[in-house]
């Protein structure tokens, strides 16, 4: 099939369906207990700094690794698999020296889920896989300063992040995903940056693919790290007509359910949610397991909140595998029809109705 194709069939398949997507990689990744020597490959193997812990560049020097994962997660039953690109931009990747590799990290990231996607459909005559290229919000903030006597300084500037956000999205693209899935969003503005990116980018190339906007509230007030509350997140990103909107990461799905349900009120496009297993323990290990995790997302699904769901840190294959049992054959949110209005966010969202 032809990325076109299988667009119209993902959309097709929302339709009718709850959509599953994958769990958490860097939990997948970490089981492996690769070493330095893993990490660089022979490629590597004389490069001026460490890369243990990069997962990524992965994608480079253990692709066999990767691809298992992401094929693991297909069989398990996820519909959408997410690229191993989280942290492919040339900022993340400055911690490394890999910056030059951003492109190929990503587009390599894009073909390895799209060949696993390929052989499960081969093995499986009758499904259908998607591949989401991920793109993680880097470790800048254009919205707060990171020095405290100066609260006007800023790391990095909006047209900076735009591109290289922009150059991170070519690599997905040309790659072959199906559609973009920029998540763990705790900054508005650094999603809007992306978003102008990818814009800039489809009118180069002269096509667009679907996008996914996700992201992540930071603690019990209910607001994203930079101060928004949810609906005041949606009305920041609704011009853009992404695919899908929702929330991921966050504190689990116990705490994420009461600000999915106000995303899931306002937002007149696809509901997703990809919540952690509970919160970390004292080790920064995850206690929830699989059928818990489901339980709670199976009550948002009987509840008509989500269209997508998934998991997140600290998830693996068998906490996908339970959430499909458990949600499968029940009906997908029903998008409401949101009157029209201006829609004005800062902090809170501000509605001007009639």
Known sequence: MTREERIAALHAAAGQRILVLDGAMGTEVQSLNLDEAAYRGERFADHGHDLKGNHDILNLTAPEFIQEIHENYYKAGADIVASNTFNASSISQADYGAENYVYEINH??????????????????????????????????????????????RAISFDEIRKVYKDAVRGLVDGDADLLLIETIFDTLNAKACLFGIE??????????????????????????????PEAFWHSVRHTKPFSVGLNCSMGAREMRTYIAEISQVADTLVCAYPNAGLPNEFGQYDEGPDSTADYLSEWAASGLVNIVGGCCGTTPDHIRAIKAKIDGMSPRSTPQVDVAMRLSGLEAFSVSP
């Open 108 to 153: 390599t990231g894009a073909r390895l889920a799209r060949a696993a996607a390929e052989a499960t459909m081969a093995a499986y005559p009758g499904r259908q896989c998607w591949v989401a290229g991920a793109i993680g919000p880097t470790n800048k903030t254009t919205s707060i300063s990171p020095d405290v006597n100066d609260p006007g300084f």
């Open 200 to 229: 800039e980018l489809f009118e180069e190339i002269g096509y667009r693919i679907p996008v996914m906007i996700s992201g992540t509230i930071t603690d019990l007030s209910g607001r994203t790290l930079t101060g928004q509350t």
